[in-house]
């Protein structure tokens, strides 16, 4: 007997309950499913600031300048975490190249994750890194301080976009999060 066949069979309330059953874990798996995908629409196509990797430099640089800001949060971790530089005068298209350090205070070995996004929002389609230590878990040693580089450039196209053209800032934010990952899988980054 076919799944159709014995589906057509079973009574009107148990129909009800299986399609019930079967939407709950639909919409279950949708809600898993749904920071993951945000997460890869927003990094493909800068909505929200978010920012894109780039797999090479451009080869269009522009006369025009841009102030790059940069901004250092840390939530839910013992650390402290600053820009070598506040910030960072460069010309469209040209790369640039700037370093942060971060400090675990504490005497345990912690993973973190940072997060980034870019103001104005309109830049994150622009604001392209080639290198970031953004895009995996930082573990540190109790007490160590890690120097981390960001190579960064602003694509050409951000001084032909009406929403761009006149903004000769883009702030570059970063925020240090507590890792999901277990302290057994950690190891510890080397001091600097």
Known sequence: MSLIARFKSLSKNAKVGLTCGAFFFVMVG????????????????????AVRKAESAPRQILDRKVQIRFDTNVRGLPWTFKAEQASQTLRIGDTGLAFFKVTNTSDKVLTGRASYNVVPEQAGAYFQKLECFCFTDQTIAAGATVEMPVLYFIDHKYADDINTKGKPEVTLSYTFYPAVQTQADAKPAPKA
């Open 30 to 49: 949708a809600a898993f499913a749904a920071v993951p995908l945000y997460k890869a629409f927003c990094q493909a196509t800068g909505f929200g600031g």
